[in-house]
């Protein structure tokens, strides 16, 4: 399998003078295509920071990150963020919802932004309403939603148009146990079903267990 994630030598650094504080040190691992693998280390251990660099969403680094084979140390603004459009899905603790759009509307709403038609995304929105078990729910507002079925919306968004690779930042952490449990069966089934190549950062050994593989971080390094 070839490599859909490679971070290599990656260190970050926040502040400035005498307030720097080193969160990652030498970071350095790879994700082959396909794979589910969790990112999982304690609070404060730099697992989130990695995550956002994968996903371009922070600049400021030192090493390198590719992304399907392409370094995106070395991409415009421009084309990092066609990259991140096209190949990154996102998933957050906080499920980001547009309170005044229906749930089939904020699950549409990043790929009509970029001008795509709504009946040309028909028929892959009735695919993932029922991948995410949402088809009774499409016309739902966020408010009459449970926390677990807002996160299916923001996954459902995430998913959306195909991505290659979701990442996801401590998906279940607002969530109780039981909804948990629903999230990480329907990220094995996105996984194994549709074959993206899935990220996690966790704390929880049982939302990392999810994954094909394990990777742990103490203290910003890989260990």
Do not use: W
């Amino acid at each position: 399998m070839s490599s859909m994630i490679e971070v290599k030598n990656v260190s970050k650094t926040f502040g400035k003078g005498g307030s720097e504080n080193k969160v990652l040190t030498d970071a350095g691992f790879e994700v082959k295509k396909g794979e589910f693998v969790s990112l999982m280390g304690a609070s404060g251990s730099g697992k989130s920071t990695l995550l956002y660099l994968i996903g371009g969403l922070d600049r400021e680094f030192e090493g390198n990150i590719l992304i399907d084979g392409e370094d995106i140390t070395k991409m415009s603004e421009r084309k990092l963020s066609q990259l991140r459009l096209e190949k990154i899905g996102f998933v957050f603790q906080f499920y980001n919802l547009v309170q005044n759009l229906n749930v089939e509307d904020n699950i549409l709403l990043p790929l009509t932004v970029k001008g795509k038609k709504r009946s040309e995304l028909e028929p892959e929105l009735k695919e993932i309403l029922e991948i995410t078990g949402l088809t009774e729910k499409r016309k739902a507002m966020p408010t009459e939603l449970s926390g677990g079925q807002q996160q299916r919306v923001a996954v459902a968004r995430a998913v959306l148009g195909n991505p290659e690779i979701l990442l996801a930042d401590e998906a279940t952490g607002n969530l109780d146990s039981v909804s948990g449990t629903e999230i990480m069966n329907l990220f094995k089934k996105l996984n194994e079903k549709k074959g993206i190549t899935i990220l996690q950062v966790t704390h929880s050994a049982d939302c990392a267990a999810y994954g094909n593989r394990t990777i742990n971080i103490e203290n910003g390094r890989i260990v």
